[in-house]
């Protein structure tokens, strides 16, 4: 049983890591943004395929760490209960749901509208499809922010499952990862955390 319970634990802890894909997507964003105009080149292409790409990865590693994650509670013997006895177990899958509805709101909704202007714009882009296209960008980008912020804190959460932090241990990393999050939303982070 211990042998599984350590399999299931890697297995979790892996896809959090792999759910880093927001702030890589800021990153990217940051630097499309730093390259400027022309809009609809063969690097606005390759942008978003490769966010669009990542779109399916994201939701099954989001799948994984919730089958990982639900298997870790009841191989310990636990019920369902327990995500409303233990408060950072509640908040973490809470969260992931959010992270789910966020990425279902971008994959359905804004993705195919950036999609559809792109196509309709041709090259090169005129100022109002720009404008538009770089609307729904600034908002994709900033849902990537909340997102990344989520899955940092779904982490953050996930070290306090069994040995909860104190609350202003907590608090304090959560600003810290705020901190972190808004300067990858306003810059490249060229020294990581520094």
């Known amino acids: 049983m211990n042998s599984l319970i350590q399999t299931l634990k890697v297995i979790h802890i892996v896809n ?3 759910m ?7 990153v990217a964003g940051n630097q499309r943004a730093r390259l400027g105009p022309p809009l609809g080149d063969r690097t606005d292409t390759y ?3 490769i966010v669009k790409n990542r779109v399916i990865p994201c939701f099954v590693f989001q799948a994984t760490a919730l089958v990982t994650g639900l298997a870790l509670v009841l ?20 969260l ?9 709101y971008v994959h359905f909704s804004l993705q195919p509208r950036i999609d559809a ?11 109002d499809v720009a404008s538009r296209i770089g609307a729904l960008r600034l908002r994709r980008t900033r849902l990537a922010s909340v997102c990344l912020f989520v899955v ?14 104190p609350v202003w241990l907590t608090s304090l990393l959560a600003i810290a990862t705020a901190v972190f999050v808004w300067r990858a939303y306003k810059t490249a982070t060229p020294y990581g955390w520094v």
């Open 117 to 127: 202007l792109f196509a309709q714009a041709g090259n090169p882009v005129s100022a």
């Open 20 to 26: 880093a894909w927001p702030y890589y997507a800021l």
């Open 47 to 49: 942008f978003e395929n």
């Open 152 to 165: 940092l804190t779904v982490s953050m959460l996930g070290v306090q499952v069994w040995i909860p932090f």
């Open 96 to 104: 992931g749901f959010l992270i789910t509805v966020l990425l279902s």
């Open 75 to 94: 191989v310990r013997g636990l019920g369902v209960d327990v995500l409303v006895k233990n408060p950072a177990l509640g908040l973490k899958l809470g």
């Open 16 to 18: 959090a890591i792999l």
